[in-house]
């Protein structure tokens, strides 16, 4: 049962959104590329680091508030491959938060069932955060709750050429046919094998790229674009996006009225709009 009081006081105009929304239809997976850090801090002549910083809190309510939605899966994409060409302190500043974010959360994390996982290629990362990673891999292993994706080091691209290559060396290796090389096989070597694909995308400070970002998995999600900037993203932005979410129909290739006959084979298995 999902306790609303818990989300939303009644009387804000969270609980309006809220209210507004059907909690039978939220999407089980969403996925954020938190952005505009930059832009926050420039705007009130701050370092960049310190919109980095700032971020932090929205990461805060964004997981708080999926977790207490009962939400499957929440990926946030808080540092690509690409992230590597900013400059160093900015680099170093941005694990410093990650790891700070984690030992001080970690408690919580595990209190209320949130299971972390990183997405993307841990081994590439500074040892003492692949030990903090590593340790909060540990702490919540058990937790059934909400699985909390933390995309580091991570590339779209990269992730699924390292897919392909897996299948290529079983076919060589006689373990698997060429024609065994399926859409589901190459889905199971993927960092998020056994998650349910996002059914949202929110994009935050208007940008309209996908920014390699989950490619193979975003094939049928919804996206949203908030001009927000990610240190300003709260729970009232979160719902307003699930609300745009609702007001979609979902149609996976077909048409409108084939949706009542359930998705086609390999689609989400979601939402059919009403
Ligand atoms: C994009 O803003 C943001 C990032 C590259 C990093 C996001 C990281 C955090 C919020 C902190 C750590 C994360 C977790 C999950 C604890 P930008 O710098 O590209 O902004 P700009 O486009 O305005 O310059």
Redesign the pocket.
Known sequence: MIDKDSIAPTGTPERTLLDGLDLERLPRHVAVI?????????RRRLP?VE???A??D??RATVETAARLHLQALT?????TE?WK?PAL?VAA?MS??KE??RRELRSLVKNDIRFRVVGRLEGLDPSVQRTLRHGLAATAECKGLLFN?ALNYSGRAEIADAARALAAEVAAGKRTPEEVTEEALAARLYTAGTPDPDLLIRT?G?MRISNFLLWQIAYAEIHVTPV???DFRCRHFLEALADFQRRERRYGGVGEELSAGPADGAPQVLISR
Request: glycine residues 12%; without cysteine; hydrophobic residues 45%.
């Open positions: 938190m952005d505009g850090n930059g832009r926050w801090a420039r960049r919109g980095h910083r971020g932090i929205a990461v946030l994409y808080a540092f690509s992230n900013r900015e941005l938060l990650l974010y984690l933390i400070s940008e900037f990610w240190p």
